[in-house]
């Protein structure tokens, strides 16, 4: 039988932190979902992979280990691995995320309360060597419509820069085409604002996730420099606004350049602060 909800995990040369990931699936305290483990012909860890496989297994949470048929692109591959999907909703998850253990059950009754949900976010804890930061919503309504969205996007958008604290419809996701492959560093704003255009916010105002990486999160995460991020981020902006025009949303006043602005002070290189002398 389908599952309703399938967490895809595309990997590339996974470490131990891919079998950290699985942990916090075994975990679930509502284990009606499946996994998809996509696996890119990796030149290393092929032992996490069949330890991550182990774990879901032996917890009888069925998983399905899938390769595509020649080596892509790290984006190419996110959407290669999400074309694989089955269940009516997807969560993507990568190696060294982890979501806590009420994440599958309180998605689960927040969509069964509302049937028409295509796009849902959570607040999620990302942990860099600057401390921990949570990502929360600048609302607290559980519901936000495209027009109300734009009450919050773009003057804000880390919250929403993050595929770690969302989920969406498989019929959303292919509708929209998937993530785009020419941002590099921006694929997953790009779409999560799309849906959110497409059709509003449901929110989940607590934290059911987290992360840690090695440097602070910003809008557009990625491996592209500085120049490209705030390049990209134009491109987000620019395709939203063609977008509010069409479908007759009142765009903010001024939205692009500030926003820009914004971005490109976010990605400035930061100094950890030093320590005292007397």
Known sequence: MTPWLEV????????????????????????????????????????????????????????????????????EHWN????????????????????????????????????????????????????????HAPFTQDLVSPAEFLNYFPAQSAWLGNLINVAYTRVAWRALGGYSVHLLAGAPLNLNVLMALHHGVVNMPECLAAFECPEPTSPLSGRAGRFSRSLEMWLILRQARNYCDSAKLTWPERGILPALWRQIVASAPKTPPLPLTI
């Open 8 to 75: 895809i995990i595309p990997v590339a040369n996974p470490g131990k932190e891919l079998e950290v990931t699985a942990a916090s699936l075994v975990a679930q305290t509502d284990r009606n979902f499946a996994v998809v483990l996509s696996d890119n012909y990796p030149s290393t860890g092929q032992q996490h992979l069949a330890a991550a496989q182990a774990q879901l297994t032996a917890a009888n949470i069925p998983v399905r280990r899938v390769c595509p048929p020649l080596a892509l692109g790290r984006i």
């Open 80 to 135: 290669w691995a999400h074309a694989q999907a089955e269940a009516d909703w997807i969560k993507p998850l990568f190696a060294g995320e982890r979501l806590l253990p009420a994440y599958v059950g309180r998605l689960q009754k927040c969509v069964s309360q509302r049937p028409r949900a295509q796009f849902v976010r959570c607040d999620a804890e990302i942990s860099s060597e600057w401390g921990r930061e949570t990502l």
